[in-house]
């Protein structure tokens, strides 16, 4: 058996695989352009590709694919073989570096907002040298960017990958003023935890609504929900550790950092939390992450459900995004160390993303904006749709000494005592952990909590490395040109702390009162999608992604169509899932559990004269509720053909919220109170008590 050390990265054309099977001079200028961003020729990718082609076939693969990600928010891949053919009838094993460096898969059918048009096919992948190319099957992936025929970006890898470019050269700039000439490369890291279920796939195959969208949209609650919080960090089941034990070893050989897994709170739900890495590997790794939670679940009998709510009434599934800056030297630019009242350099960058969230809250919540994660926000799992940063008590003091010009009073370490002797005293840590905060410092990293659990984190970091890389612009523009860098440098910390420090919140976010008071405090809550979409094309947004050449104004319209539309689309599936679930399992179920109770009444009326109080009173209170179920079915139905006529999109998604939803609400109510009266015999649904806890 080989151990944990043998298999990872086994299946990974990573670095000690690159130095092992490559020509010295090509394995160094693979380690520049992976560090650097340098250009790599096309004959450097010609030994690459071939040593690369080698490597996967002696591990059984056969086929090549250009892995991408489109707009849809999952992968997508084209297979080729390596055979080619030869004069004498036979094939030979190929892989060229031109086929390593640029496929061309179909670009007319992934969501473009307008980029193509249906008749125009083309578009091109291209090589992402610094995420390492990997063998999922019998298949050598090599992650890449996706755009058009015309150059525009169609993908989220794209727009992620020049922000980080973005973030490196102001990050630079800043840097050199504090003296730090060694460095020569900044790289924003990510640890992506990943929340999720799992049901039994006896009762999933059973649930059109899960089927087709991922969440239950009728369902009563269970007797037992999360109450108790005992699922929250329980023993794991066997079944569910056999479960993550396989999906270890399937990361681990792809080298993605799985490293802690744990019960979450919600029944049936669990999380993996990752090592952080760079940011667009991190990306890379997490949809990996969801892949193979979604497959390995299928060889245990169980299906991994990763939309924000699938269960109406216990938590949802969110996907914490920890971030932060480091050089190529090593260093952590958020760690404020052992006096971050005394570290400028700590305290600017501090500044910055301060500046950043407050300025581009809006752009915030719109990354992470999604009819999913709807459901979630603001609810007691989640984050309040409001945008806000908790920085703890600590690092609170020192910037309130830093607006008021007054000193800051250090205070020691504190030891965390506990009451018995025999166990260890250790320092408590100077921030505790804000499970409320969208936004929380956690030490030497900011955690984005918003992210819904299906999401790509491309869009959030894209936005938070751009927003962050405007502000450090600025600070290194006027910086540059200071006369007195100290106290230019204290004024701009200062001047920065006084203008932004509305969005700074240590206190409890699902509190109204809060909700009340950011309003003051001019902060957005924009609670739905089609409220937070409104604000995307605005002229400080647009401005802000064209001047850092993150996307032309062209891509940026793209994907507001995109977002739009796509959130229309769900909820048109869902409504129409609901009209079909009630029309041919829910009504009819009922209805068959009613003449049966009628059969009763009347038969025990005519054998002992006595009326059957139960089966009457039950019988009445269901022929009323089937009677406003249809009713109910029918409104639907009419908000749904309604939609039909609205042509803007805009328009249309607010149509969906203002309309369709209410009327989905509404069925569920008169449907899910049904299920609370009809025999368990009748109700052709698998119940939320056998879901959740169906996992023994």
Known sequence: MSTVTETFGSLVFGDSTMKEKLPKETYKAMQRTIKNGKHLDLEVANVVANAMKDWAIEKGATHFTHWFQP??????????????????GKVIMEFSGKELVRGEPDASSFPSGGLRATFEARGYTAWDPSSYAFIKGKTLCIPTAFCSYGGEALDKKTPLLRSMERINKQALRVLKLFGNTDVTSVKTTVGCEQEYFLIPKELFDRRKDLIYTGRTLFGAKSPKGQELDDHYFGSIKPRVAAFMSDVNEELWKLGVLAKTEHNEVAPAQHELAPIFTTTNIAADHNQLTMEVLQNVAKKHGLVCLLHEKPFAGVNGSGKHNNWSISTDTGVNLLEPGETPYENAQFLLFLSAVIKAVDEYQDLLRISVASAGNDHRLGANEAPPAVVSMFIGDELNGILEAIESESSYDVKEKELLRIGVHILPKFPKDSTDRNRTSPFAFTGNKFEFRMLGSSASVSDANTVLNTAVAEVLKGFADQLEASEDFETDLHNLIRDTIREHKRIIFNGNGYDESWIAEAEKRGLLNLKTTPEALAHFLDKKNIALFT??????????????????????KLINIEALTMVDMAR?????????????????????????????????????????????????????????????SIRDTASLALYYKDTVIPAMNELRIVADESETLTAESYWPLPTYGDMLFGVR
């Open 584 to 644: 041919r399992e829910i009504l009819p179920a009922v209805s068959s559990y009613v003449k049966s109770l009628a059969d009763t009444v009347a038969a025990v009326k005519e054998t002992s004269g006595c009326e059957a109080s139960f089966e009457l009173e039950t019988m009445k209170k269901l022929n009323s509720l089937n009677a406003s179920a249809l009713a109910k079915v029918k409104a639907l139905e009419t908000a749904v053909i309604g939609a039909k």
């Open 71 to 88: 707009m849809t928010g999952i992968t997508a891949e084209k297979h080729d073989s390596f055979i080619s053919p030869t004069s004498d």
């Open 547 to 568: 001047e850092n050449q993150i996307f032309s104004e062209t891509e940026l319209r793209s994907r507001y169509e995109i977002m739009l539309e796509n959130y229309c």
